[in-house]
């Protein structure tokens, strides 16, 4: 929950359906009260936004230095991530092709390579 000691008031009009959801989240216990359950909604897309901004000027910097990224290397790279995509389907954890875990949860490729351990964000 974000909170600060100083607050301001705000009259703002919403969709029916968000202020049940805030008061069904106030009711179970999820949030102290509806302002304050808007409050982590805000902090949220705060964040959120501040990140996307980030992204933006991390990918500007990127174009200047290396040139524009194109939509075949766009392309491209959504193949590779789909040929190396794990899948899991109803429990069940597909690998691709070549690609097995080993009784530690390591990603081992054909070559006996490992590609991930337990924990490590990606392949």
Known sequence: MY????????????????????????????????????NDALAVQSARQRRLAAMERALKA??????????????ERRRKDRANAIIVRHGKVFYPEGRTEDADGNIIDADGTILRTPGDAGL
């Open 3 to 38: 909170m600060t000691l100083k607050k301001a008031r705000l009259t703002v009009t919403v969709d029916a359906e968000l202020v049940e959801a805030a008061n069904a989240a106030v009711e179970s216990g999820a949030a102290e009260s509806v302002s304050a359950y808007v």
């Open 62 to 75: 990127y174009e200047a230095e290396f040139g524009e990224i194109t939509e075949e290397e766009m392309a």
